[in-house]
Every structure is written in structure tokens, then in C-alpha cells.
T-cell receptor, first 111, second 113 residues
């Protein structure tokens, strides 16, 4: 089976940097994704890491270490609109066609 | 932009009823998925389909079935609704490649009374 661990809540101030960690256990690992979900909204895709290292997209970066079964999402220059839930998700399964989500991290950005 | 449309935003059904949740996507995606979302549990995969008439069980298929007769439409069926199936149901679609991730619908909040 597959399981993911991420903190349930994180609080940070506007303008700061925050890192949301994700550790996973899976059979057949293909990659790690991150999704953002605002209250009442649909999850939206942020990033996908198949290889070790850091991927940067604007203010958001995602990191993967396959040997450590670990990844993180880094949010820089936090804005109020970044307040949302963030989910890590492992692509796995027999043919890599299943995405298993963690329980989500609720990020609260304060002024 | 890819659009994934779920037929109902809110639904209230009685215990024992047969419930159909419909999902349509407009960008010719091969893969479609049904998840349920509950507080603290994240999103759990119920069923997915990678082609017309093909389906595979996810992590929690019990009490559910699916139908994919056309590429753009993926239906979730609750054969006999129970109160523990009260949840937010999210449909998603994706291309075969994974670089662009899933596109989710806005969800259906189902309450079984």
C-alpha cells in the first residue's frame, strides 16, 4: 500500500517563507505531486517531481529525494491568497497510474 | 483550459437509494478518476478509468461502481447509499503523461440521510 505524512497545519506571516514537508511509503514510486485547494474550491495542480532535486515555478518550489522518500513544497514571499490546503500526492501503483494523496496541510497566512 | 464538470454541486439522498454522480470533461483526456474527500483523510481514490469501458479499483471501491461508456463521461454509482457515504466527491481527468497533473471538477457534496 501507500501512505503519506504531512503536517496538518502551518501558520506563517505575509512575506515569509514556508516549507511543507511530505514523507511517503509506497510500492512502485513514479513521482511526487503537489496540489493547492482553497476552501470550497477544487484542488489545482502545482508541481510534479519525478527526479531528485528542486523544481521552481515562480514563488513556489518543490523538492524530491527518492532515496529518503521525502519531498517538500517551498512557498516564498507569502501572500494572503496562499492561505489554502496543500496536498502531496504520490504517483504509484502497478503501472504508475494511481495518485495517492496525503491528508493535507492547512496553511494560514497572517498579516 | 480543460474543464471538468460535475452534474450537481449539492445532493441529498435517502439511505438505500441508488445514486448517480456524473462527470464530464471536454479535452479528450484518457484518464478519469473519482475521489472522495473527508476532513483529515485527504482525497481517497474510489475508482479510475484509463480508457472507455475500462475501470480499475482504487483504495476504497466498496459500495461503489463506475461506468465509462464514452471517453468524456465517467459516472460514479452508489448502489445503495449509506450514511457513511456522506462526503465530498471529486472527479478528475488527466492525459496519459503526468507532467500537467490532474484537472479536478468542483465537487459534489453528497449527504445521505
Amino acid at each position: 500500500g501507500q501512505s503519506l505524512e504531512q503536517p496538518s497545519e502551518v501558520t506563517a506571516v505575509e512575506g515569509a517563507i514556508v516549507q511543507i514537508n511530505c514523507t511517503y511509503q509506497t510500492s512502485g514510486f513514479y513521482g511526487l505531486s503537489w496540489y493547492q485547494q482553497h476552501d470550497g474550491g477544487a484542488p489545482t495542480f502545482l508541481s510534479y517531481n519525478a527526479l531528485d532535486g528542486l523544481e521552481e515555478t515562480g514563488r513556489f518550489s518543490s523538492f524530491l529525494s527518492r532515496s529518503d522518500s521525502y519531498g517538500y513544497l517551498l512557498l516564498q514571499e507569502l501572500q494572503m491568497k496562499d492561505s489554502a490546503s496543500y496536498f502531496c500526492a504520490v504517483r504509484g501503483g502497478n503501472a504508475g497510474n494511481m495518485l495517492t494523496f496525503g491528508g493535507g496541510t492547512r496553511l494560514m497566512v497572517k498579516p | 483550459d480543460v474543464k471538468v464538470t460535475q452534474s450537481s454541486r449539492y445532493l441529498v439522498k435517502r439511505t438505500g437509494e441508488k445514486v448517480f454522480l456524473e462527470c464530464v470533461q471536454d479535452m479528450d483526456h484518457e484518464n478519469m478518476f473519482w475521489y472522495r474527500q473527508d476532513p483529515g483523510l485527504g482525497l481517497r481514490l474510489i475508482y479510475f478509468s484509463y480508457d472507455v469501458k475500462m475501470k480499475e479499483k482504487g483504495d476504497i471501491p466498496e459500495g461503489y461502481s463506475v461506468s465509462r461508456e464514452k471517453k468524456e463521461r465517467f459516472s460514479l454509482i452508489l448502489e445503495s447509499a449509506s450514511t457513511n457515504q456522506t462526503s465530498m466527491y471529486l472527479c478528475a481527468s488527466s492525459l496519459s503523461g503526468w507532467v500537467n497533473g490532474y484537472t479536478f471538477g468542483s465537487g459534489t457534496r453528497l449527504t445521505v440521510v
